[in-house]
């Protein structure tokens, strides 16, 4: 890293680099408005063995020490989405009990003091992926996440849902 980067607080170039969806995307999901419910849906969406990745916000102190507390050292380098400032990030076993922990503090939260950019990955894999989260973009799945799950989560959210790799809207 430069000089200059370095001095500014920059996210190093090689950070901005590491798992992603890339063409794995197969299906892309309406964003959700309603966090703590998407928190609680996500057991049922992910594999048990998920990682749920935090990048960026502005935690209070509450979130923090919970984060602190419940997160594990990094088991795949997700590529930062953020380039200024360096973002603090987090890696949060998507357990149900830390979901639902996450979901009664982000309750009394704004989204934008949680993350800026969530992901979920497991195996090495990016399985979610949600790049300026809870605005109004898209996130996106993994095609190795079923259908009928992606189906019953979007269901219990009331969220819509396509297949890209069909390019086929399914019926809600």
Known sequence: MGLLAKLL????????????????????????????????????????????????GTPPEQLKAFLDAN??????????????????????PATPSNLTGFAELAERLATAQVAIHLHAYAQGRVLLEWYDAFWKDPFYLSSVIPEDRVRDFCCRLSLAYKNLKQNVEPAR
């Open 9 to 56: 607080g920059a996210t190093p170039r090689e950070q901005l680099k590491g798992i992603s969806l890339g063409k794995d995307a197969a299906w892309e999901v309406s964003p959700a408005a309603d966090f703590p419910a998407f928190l609680r849906a996500l057991p049922d969406l992910l594999p048990v063995d998920s990682i749920l990745y935090l990048e960026g």
């Open 71 to 92: 997160c594990v050292p990094e088991r795949s380098h997700v590529a930062m989405g953020t380039i200024w400032p360096k973002p603090e990030a987090f890696h949060l």
